[in-house]
Every structure is written in C-alpha cells, then in structure tokens.
C-alpha cells in the first residue's frame, strides 16, 4: 500500500477535506509521519495570501495523529475507527502561513494511551528540518460499544 492509498484507507475523511499529500514510512510504533499538501488543491489554500493560513496546523497534525492511530488499529487486526481532537493545552505557530513547495512534514507521536484517550507530541517541519508548528493534542477514540448518536 502507498503513503496516499494508506490515508485513504485509515483517515475517516475523503478529499478534499484529506489535507496529507503521502504517508512516510512506519518507523515506530505510535509514530506517523506524512508530507502535507500545500497546494492549490488543498481545501484550505488561500490565494491572497499564496499559501495555507497557518491555523491549519492544528488539522494537519490531527490528521497525522489519525495515521498514527489507524496504523495501530490495522496492527492488531482493527478497522479504522471515528475519534475526536479535545483539545490542546499549548501550541506553537512559528509561521505566517504554510507555502507550497515547503516541504513540510508533519510528526505525531503517542505519549498516552489508554484505550480510549490518548495524547500526542505533534510538529510540523518545513524541509530544512525548522519547526514550523508543534503542540500536545489530546484525543478520545469511543470503545465499540459507544453510540454515537447518543452522544452529547
């Protein structure tokens, strides 16, 4: 499977709202990495400013946590599942706006995880390896047994 069937497959989103251009390599578990897509194409591309407004950084790295979760889930013979991004305590936008041609790659990787709730250490690099991005995303993943129409 490549980087970009790999997204299709463990992300619950469909383009155009699937803001990752390719998955890298696995290199641990609980670690994802991907290339982001800065392009015309991306949904969120803005022409005034020539570039993607640096607040996506928070999707990015949400996506990129999604990956990594989707990649465990697949491991131990899981369908990909819904989760939700509660929150972030802090979190380090060092950019105006994400360029096309940036070379950015984005990093999560799971510090907790406790079947439902899980935190990520997350950044996002430009391709001299400068932080462009970075923060803790906590998240819940509800267990099978959850309805989520039930929810409040």
């Known amino acids: 499977m490549d980087g970009i069937d790999e997204i299709e497959a463990l992300l619950p989103h469909r383009r155009p709202m699937v803001l990752l251009a390719e998955a890298l390599p696995e290199t641990a578990p609980g670690i994802a990495e991907a290339r982001l897509d800065v392009s015309e194409k991306c949904e969120f591309f ?4 020539g570039g993607v407004p640096s607040c996506a950084a928070l999707e990015y790295m949400a996506q990129t946590m999604a990956l990594a979760v989707g990649r465990e889930r697949r491991c131990k013979g899981d369908d990909p599942a819904i989760g939700f991004v509660l929150g972030t305590r802090r979190m380090d936008v060092l950019i105006d706006k ?3 041609g940036g070379g950015y790659v984005a990093r999560a990787e799971c510090t907790y995880e406790d079947g439902e709730f899980a935190s990520f250490d997350c950044s996002i690099a430009d391709a001299r390896g ?23």
């Open 46 to 49: 803005d022409h005034a400013i």
């Open 130 to 152: 400068e932080i462009a991005a970075k923060a803790t995303l906590t998240a819940f993943q509800p267990g099978p047994e959850a309805n989520l129409e039930e929810m409040p």
């Open 98 to 100: 994400f360029e096309p």
